[in-house]
């Protein structure tokens, strides 16, 4: 019979949250890479009687295992290759101050003030810097076998021999990722259709924002090499923006609290078909006749995405990019450049992680630890805010360290070192891909065992190597803790309140444009809008994470929760209005516009200014009938839960 836990024993909600398992389905392809690339260069380095050269390819390629994250194969050579070379530099400067005591200090310092600094551009950029990082970490703290240049040789092999895996399908899968993306966000979409008038909706449309999201980032992404000359981006890109309209329409159906017919979750689903299968023929879809704006408004959507989806050649003069065309990449570099090195943020990250290093290189010149670059590693993967939560990071890290720890003793007691290593680390480093996608704790823990095998190749130090790392690891943790964050104010606060703000004014600025006296052109309000739900996924992953600080900032975050979702209605009661009259509802008088504006601005000040959220009388009014009247109920629900003194 189970027993409940006394109430003192209960674990806290945020260490609950930092411990769950993320449920995430496992990449076969990439499992499968994993294994091949991390094992066939130790197998031939065992071969030609080298095995610390393959030792130092399998590390190269670990780090390419961890960046093989992209589904589109023209990004996965964004994803793996660049993040190589920044690799490659990094082992090289750290090798060559190798052994040079203070000098060795100040250079991996200065790399991670580098690091950190271009880490805040973007995703491969973060990656790149983390590499950087890393091996010039190891470099400065472990001999290198052969000459200067033949580790960073070996580990960049190790990392590209993960890309060219990655790349054997391309010629036969060229676009299908692409494809598939788009496929997948029309699915969302009409999972988001059968939810309006639903408790299901707000999820759902949250999952339609990230998918979304997600597709045109690779299709833009893509597109901007091509400059608009391929005939299946365009189409493909024609047809992720058909489904906006559908999108657009789904607030609208949800105001109305009633669900919509089945047979439109059907033609929504009936168009991803097509769109994967690339079919082109006639599409017939069986839907009701509409009876008022809301249900016309998704009959007309859908039938343009239905014409959309069945016309095989687009005119790409013709299409909007609904989030902006990207610049051509030596204009996008030299933007990063310039905003890295003027941005106040990048600056304080890159001395927040200079300080760590600075303090963990310094404490180990001076305390003897064997093997010391491994609390510098344990901080540069521990201290990396765009990755999560640094608390949590260093909590998972420690516990996660102990969990591979113990498999690698049975390792490294039981299995003798020589051929045996090689199934070893075929069974080990599958787990790094399969296991990363349910958090950092679980990476961790499938990582740890596969790097202390590599570093027993290159070390012969057996089970001695376990318990200087765990110890290694917990300095390391600790040093992120506090240089990294009890240090930094910052850290201790939530950022969702200055975003939700932000929303709200951006908001504000959506009414002025879909109602005010001037409106804007429908392809710059489509990118208003899209920007506005990509700003509120981001708040929801800013508010998941806070969540898993400890108190008070988790208790903090968790407060805002009924103003981030009072915000999200608001921008749907929104879109919802814009929707109703483009489809016969009357237009609100310019003075009901102003008045929703000015509550909207007056929201986002005292969003702004609260340190707590507290309720508050409110008096909103107007024409009962009006389109508006959804969105002024929306303001003042959220102006009750927060409002200027």
């Not at 499968?32 to 080298?50: F, K, Q």
């Not at 190891?138 to 990392?159: C, R, S």
């Not at 093997?371 to 990396?384: E, G, H, P, Q």
Request: aromatic share 6%; charged share 15%.
């Amino acid at each position: 019979m189970s027993r409940e836990f006394p109430i003192g024993l209960t674990p806290p909600d945020w260490l609950v949250r930092n411990l769950q398992s993320q449920p995430a389905p496992v990449n076969w392809a990439a499992v499968a890479r994993a294994a091949v690339a991390m094992t066939l260069p130790l197998a031939i380095g065992l071969a030609v009687g080298e095995v610390e050269y393959g030792a130092l390819a399998s590390m190269g390629a670990l780090s390419g295992v961890i960046g093989d994250t992209a589904d589109a194969y023209r990004m996965r050579i964004l994803n793996i290759a660049i993040p190589q070379l920044f690799g490659a530099v990094g082992v090289t400067v750290g090798s060559l101050v190798f052994g040079h005591g203070w000098l060795a200090v100040a250079v991996v310092t200065a790399v991670a003030l580098v690091s950190g600094m271009i880490s805040t551009i973007g995703a491969v950029a973060s990656v790149s810097g983390l590499l950087l990082l890393l091996n010039s970490v190891v470099g400065a703290g472990l001999p290198m076998p052969g000459e200067w240049w033949l580790a960073p040789l070996l580990m960049t092999g190790g990392g590209l021999l993960v890309l060219v895996l990655a790349l054997l399908a391309w010629p036969l899968r060229s676009g299908v990722p692409e494809r598939s993306a788009v496929a997948d966000t029309y699915r969302t979409v009409a999972t988001l259709m059968s939810a309006c008038g639903t408790e299901a909706y707000d999820q759902a449309r949250h999952t339609v924002t990230q998918s979304l999201n997600q597709s045109y980032d690779l299709i833009l992404a893509r597109r901007t090499r091509h400059h608009g000359r391929s005939p299946e981006l365009t189409r493909l890109l024609a047809q992720l923006n058909a489904i906006t309209p559908v999108v657009e329409a789904a607030p609208a159906a949800h105001v109305t609290g009633e669900p919509l017919p089945p047979e439109v979750t059907e033609a929504v689903r009936h168009l991803a078909e097509a769109v994967e299968t690339g079919y082109t023929g006639p599409i017939a879809l069986n839907l009701p006749v509409p009876t008022s704006e809301t249900t016309r408004a998704v009959d007309h959507a859908l039938r343009h995405a239905a014409e959309v989806v069945r016309t095989p050649d687009v005119d790409p003069s013709g299409i909007d990019d609904r989030l902006g065309r990207p610049a051509a990449l030596r204009i996008r570099a030299a933007r990063a450049t310039r905003n890295v090195a003027l941005s106040a943020a990048s600056w304080r990250y890159g001395l927040r992680l200079a300080l760590c290093i600075g303090v963990a290189q310094v404490l180990v010149s001076i305390i003897p630890v064997p093997r010391s670059y491994w609390v510098a590693l344990t901080i540069t993967f521990v201290l990396k805010p765009d990755f999560g939560s640094v608390f949590s990071r260093a909590l998972l890290r420690a516990l996660g360290t102990v969990a591979g720890l113990v498999i690698a003793a049975a390792v490294l007691a039981e299995v003798p070192r020589g051929w045996w290593d090689v199934p070893v680390m075929l069974v080990l480093a599958p787990l790094i891909p399969a296991l990363t996608p349910r958090g950092y704790g679980y990476q961790t823990a499938a990582i740890t065992p596969v790097i202390l095998l590599l570093s027993d190749v290159l070390n012969h130090q057996g089970t001695a190597l376990l318990m200087p790392r765990l110890l290694d690891s917990l300095m390391g943790c600790g040093i992120a803790l506090v240089a990294g964050y009890l240090l930094w104010p910052e850290s201790w606060h939530t950022r969702v309140g200055d975003r939700l703000a932000k929303a709200v004014d951006d908001t504000a600025t959506y009414v002025e444009s879909a109602f005010g006296r001037e409106p804007t052109d429908p392809p710059a309000r489509a990118r208003m809008r899209r920007g506005l739900y990509r700003d509120l996924s981001v708040i929801r992953t800013e508010f998941q994470r806070a969540l898993t600080e400890p108190p008070p900032t988790g208790r903090r975050a968790a407060a805002w929760w009924p103003l981030v979702v009072a915000v999200e209605r608001i921008v749907d009661a929104t879109t919802a209005a814009r929707v109703r009259t483009k489809h016969g509802a009357p237009l609100p008088s310019e003075a009901e516009v102003a008045q929703v504006v000015l509550q909207l601005r007056e929201l986002a000040e005292g969003v702004r200014e609260a340190e707590t959220l507290y309720a508050v009388r409110t008096d909103l009014t107007g024409p009962s009938g009006s389109v508006l009247e959804p969105l002024r109920q929306e303001v003042a629900a959220a102006r009750a839960i927060a409002s200027p003194r």
